[in-house]
Structure formats: C-alpha cells, structure tokens
C-alpha cells in the first residue's frame, strides 16, 4: 500500500506541483493524508479502487476550467472552489464524502454519484456554501446512521432529499401501516400502497399536522410508494433494524425487540429550494399559540437551532423538543438555551447542535400557520457547543424519576427568576410545557399543566410549594433524586410525600425512594409528591433551637415551647400556613407556652412561621395526620 504524508509545509511544494490544470492519480488502495490547516489544489483527481484521501484539511478542486472526479474512493473533506464547473463520471456511489463537503465556487454535478456517508462516528455533511445558485446539480446519496437502542422506541427523522418514502428509508427498513393487497410473513409482498404487511397492520411512521385538534395530530401517510420524504418534513418512525435480517423483525420474534443499529440511505435530489444559496422558507400548519410544530431539519448538515431562532423569533419560542429513543421510557428532552431537560441522551454541551436527517418540535408564536426561514448561515460543523446562554437562573434545582437501579427514566426543571412576567399559576416564554406521556414520566404543575421546566417568581421562595406529577404504569420501586440546588442559599428545600405523610429534606439527603402500586392512584400521579421552598431571607436574625413544638405529627393540640426575655417584653406572632402558602392560622401570644388546635385542619404538611417582636424568625414543619 502507498502512503503519501502531506505536512502544512509540503502543501505548499503541492500547490505548485499541481497548477490549475494539473491532475491527481491516485492508485488502487492508496491513502493521502492531509494535515489540519492544509489545502492540496488539484485541477482534477482520478481515485482508483478504495482510493481515501484523508485528515483535516481539504482537497480543492479548483481552476476556471471544467474539471472531473473519477473513480471510486473516499475523500474526507472535499472542497469545490472552479467557477467552471466540476462533474463527477458516471461510476455507481463512485465518491463518498467521510466528513464534509466545501461548495465555494462553481456548481458541482454528481451524477447520481455523490454519497454522504455516516456511522458510529459522524455523518458527512454538505457545508454552508458561499455559491450564489445551484451548487449541486443532480441526485445525490445521504446516509443517516441509527445507533442501536435498548428498546424499540420512535425516531425523529428527516431527510434533505426528496423521494418516496418506499424508495429511500424502506429500502433499509420495514415500514408497515394499513392497507390492501399485500401478503404478510413469511412471503412478505407490500400493499398496493406500498405498506410492508403485518397481521396487526400497526403503523410504523406518522407525520405531523399542528392545525388538527389535540389527539389527532399524528396522521399515517396515505402511502410509502406516493408520500414523499424531504423539503423540512418531519417523520416519527419506528425503526426495527435493518429489513436485511428479515421476517424476525416484524413476526413478534423476541429476539429482536431490541433494534440493531442501522444506516438509512435516501437518494434523490436536494429540494429546487435548497439550490437557491441554500436560503428558503417553509410553512408549517398550525392553530394556537403554544403549539408544537414538527419540523424536520432540510439540511444535509447540522445546523445550530440558536442561529435558526434568531431567524424566526418572531414565529416561535426558544424551545425545542426532541424524542429521546434510547430512554427506557421513551420521554421527550427540551432544550431552551439554558439546559436539556428530560430524557438521557442530551446534555447541554450538544444543545445547540439539530443534527443531520434529525426532526424536532418548536413551540409557535402565531395561532396560525407559521412561515419558518432556513439559511445557509444556520449551518455548523456540529463540533462546537457554541449554545446560547440568553440568562443565567441561579435558583433552580432539577429533579430525576429514576428506577431503582438508577437509570434515569425522566426529568424536570423548577426555577426561579426575578421577573415581573412570569406568572405561578399560568404558562410563560420562560416556561416549558411537557408532551410525554406512557410508562414512567414525571412533570412540574404550574396550574393544572404539566410542566418539564417551569420558572416562578423569586419573591414567591419565602414560602412556595410546586406539585409533581410522577407517572407509572408499572408497580415497583422508584427513586427521585435532586441535583442542581447549591445556589439556593437561605432556602429549605423539602420533598412531600403525601401517600406516606413524610417531610424530606432534600438538601440533606438529595435521594428519596418510593414505591408504587399500579393500581393504587394513591402511590402515583397528581398529589402524592410536592417541593416546598422556604427561604429564610435574614438567616443570621432566626430564633435559637430552644422553641419545641410537640407532637408532631399530631392530629389535636399541638404545643410550642417559647423562649422569654427577663424582663418578659417579648411577644409572639404565630402564623400556620399550609405547603400552597394559603395561611390557615395565626394569633399572638407573650406566653412561653402555647397551645392551638389542628384537629380542623386536613391531613398534610403545614409551615408554622415564628417572629419575635424584634424581627427574629424561624419555621417549623407541622405534620396533621
């Protein structure tokens, strides 16, 4: 094998050996590297069987005469900078692009015989060109690698090329769905609208239309061999493994409920919208503000949702959500600039970054349709993290539903802000409504809507309780675990438990396990766990430990030992509140013992508030059973 080591330094020698017209032939199995930072200038280049020319620099064809690619070989980055033009000869899949393609000048026609390759470890993409016009004429090969998961689960895809969906992704895997004609396994023949048969006729792909009414918004497409994929569609698909395995995928065969991984291949032109220097719009259905609008990514690049919001601010929110197939429960993560919430997966070094062949919901501005702008511009390398930070929220804490084991099945953000807007009881741009739903999620309430993120009022952490919405289908032990709080200084932070009458300090102990009982409302869902937030806001003035309170719980008289001043000139103010804030209770008293009756109150947790005459102050929590 020939192995051709080309430094910074020696490009330069390259750049004069190789003039404009010159051409680079490369022989069977030979491999050239090219060193970060470098370009090699060729006028044209023969790759002859497996041919690979890598590294992080370029191979730029330029020149402003016509030039060619022939032969079939790999290049890792390949830039096209020949105002005249460059063509790729007529050898099936001839070209693979490993990392990135550079159109800087000249149009390049593939011939049908471009490929973006992806695996394990990255997919090729096409990079935001500086052509005015059509950079690629001709149909190209996009590959998107699917890792494999732990549990069939729905991937959000697109594809920037446009073709039937029987003609593209079916060709890797099975797409099935209802319809008429077909024969089901072991014979396996497709419907006449192209559906792969099954006996269930369970649909496998949906897309998604924001305008119908809440239910019946994911829609199976009428067909795979008329319904196209392309031009910024969105497809919730379920992806088995590769249809090569066979009949097993599809027959209820067990060994195969755990999907491989998987490349799609989808082979067609880029949308005419996409050649106009890459900048076009799309418009999505829609019908209230605060909808979700699936949105498929039309790029073959990613692209960095920061810039493709500042674009569209003015039609959607900075939110988007993505579904997390590798989560055992199957949740969505939201992302808002600040930090990914949900399912594992996503952290927020890679928030920013809508990956290739990836669809995604963004949250609409308008009640009606909305006309999103997608531009060349938008286009990153998907290597820096380059998120935006628009606000920073110091007081916030981040809650885990895990199972017993400690794998993370979901999760929520409660923060924070010192913000006239932001309502405790109403949806906000600061907040983050949940669309999961299914085995094991859990939400925030703010009112009666569930919440991934939501942001309070910070005036409202002198004494503020959020309810959770922890969701089961499936009786077992779980956890909750808490994270995230150091900034909250001053704060008590204490988990409810309402099914167990427990009162748990977080900030003591950040791991909290329950259990639950699928048929027991009880143990799951609305009302059994609350946060309760208690700032104390001049903690160097609290009382001293002598103050008892005692029984606790009690469900009578409760009784509170009080310190006294020597001359008696100290008095009391006494108020009960319970974990809403609503106060319950409250009197005055210069005694060092009181007593009060709780035997009205309802069961649950109660914040007794303490202030002395000379401002000092302290809280205890009360317990009714």
């Known amino acids: 094998m020939k192995y051709l080591k080309i430094k910074l330094l ?46 992080d620099g370029n ?18 980055n390949l830039e096209i900078d020949n105002s005249a033009g460059v063509s790729i000869a007529t050898n099936a899949d001839s070209v693979k692009i490993v990392r990135a393609l550079y159109p800087t000048s000249g149009q390049l026609n593939v011939n049908g015989n471009l490929v973006l390759l992806s695996d394990i470890n990255g997919t090729a993409r096409i990079a935001e060109g500086s052509v005015t016009g059509n950079y690629i004429s001709g149909d190209i090969n996009v590959q998107r690698y699917i890792p494999a998961k732990f549990v069939r689960k729905w991937s959000f895809l697109s594809s920037p090329v446009t073709g039937t969906i029987q003609n593209t992704w079916q060709q890797i895997i099975h797409i099935t769905g209802p319809g008429t004609g077909g024969t089901v396994c072991p014979s396996l023949t497709p419907h006449t609208n192209g559906y792969d048969a099954t006996i269930s006729s369970a649909p496998s792909i949906y897309v998604y239309d924001a305008s119908q ?48 991984e998987v490349t799609l291949k989808a082979s067609g032109s880029l949308s005419n919208l ?77 928030g920013d970054i809508i990956g290739s062949g990836q669809a995604f919901f963004v949250q609409s501005k308008l009640a009606g349709n909305i006309t999103l702008s997608f531009k060349e511009t938008q286009k990153t390398d998907g290597k820096n993290v380059g998120y935006f930070r628009g606000r920073n929220f ?68 002198a004494v503020d309780t959020v309810w959770l919405n922890v ?63 208690n700032r104390q806001f001049n903690p160097e003035l609290t009382l001293n430990s002598t103050i008892k ?32 804030g609503k106060v319950v209770m409250q009197f005055r008293t210069t005694n060092t013992t009181e007593q009060f009756d709780v035997q009205k109150l309802s069961k649950g947790i109660y914040v007794v508030e303490i202030i002395d005459s000379k401002g000092n102050r302290t809280t205890e929590k009360l317990v009714k059973n």
Not at 564 to 577: L, T
Request: proline share 3%; charged share 15%; glycine share 10%.
């Open 213 to 260: 009414n809440t239910g019946s918004r994911w829609i199976v497409p009428s067909s795979t061999n008329a319904y196209n994929v392309g031009a910024g569609k969105g497809f919730r698909v379920n992806i088995r493994g590769d249809r090569s395995i066979g009949c097993s995928l599809i027959n209820g065969d067990i060994t195969y409920l755990r999907p491989s």
């Open 549 to 580: 309170m005692f029984p606790n719980p009690s469900n009578k008289l409760v009784t509170i030992q009080l310190p006294q001043s020597a001359d008696n000139s100290v008095n009391y103010n006494i108020k009960v509140s319970d974990i809403a």
């Open 274 to 350: 996409l050649k106009n220097a890459g900048n076009f719009t799309i418009t999505y259905a829609n019908n209230l503000v605060n909808n979700y609008v699936f949105v498929g990514n039309p790029y073959p690049s990613p692209i960095s949702f920061n810039s493709f919001e500042g674009d569209n601010n003015a039609n959607i929110n900075y939110i988007y959500a993505v579904y997390v197939p590798a989560s055992i429960a199957g949740v969505y993560s939201y992302w808002d600039g600040t930090s990914f919430t949900g399912g594992t997966g996503y952290d927020n070094s890679k």
């Open 59 to 76: 191979l730029v064809l330029t020149g402003s005469t016509a030039s060619n690619i022939s032969g079939v070989g790999k290049i890792d």
């Open 394 to 461: 110091n007081e916030k804490i981040r809650i885990h539903y895990l199972q017993n084991d400690g794998t993370q099945m979901d999760e929520v953000i409660i923060r924070f802000a010192n913000d006239a807007n932001i309502s405790n009881t109403e949806e906000g741009s600061l907040d983050i409504a949940s669309m999961n739903s299914g085995t094991n999620y859990i939400t925030s309430l703010k009112g009666n809507k569930g919440m991934v993120i939501q942001t309070r009022k910070l005036q409202t952490l």
């Open 471 to 533: 969701a089961s289908t499936i009786s077992g032990t779980y956890k909750l675990a808490f994270n995230e709080f150091d900034n909250f200084l001053g704060t008590e932070i204490f988990l409810i438990d309402n099914y167990t009458n427990t009162l748990h300090d977080i900030k003591t102990n950040p791991e909290y396990e329950f259990t639950v009982d699928k048929d027991n409302a009880a143990t799951k869902g609305i009302g059994r766990f609350g946060i309760v937030f």
């Open 10 to 55: 020696l490009v330069v020698f390259g750049f004069y050996a190789f003039q404009a017209h010159s051409q680079l032939y490369l022989g069977s199995n030979t491999n050239i590297t090219i060193q970060d930072g470098a370009k090699l200038f060729v006028h044209g280049v023969n790759l002859i069987n497996n041919t690979y020319v890598k590294g």
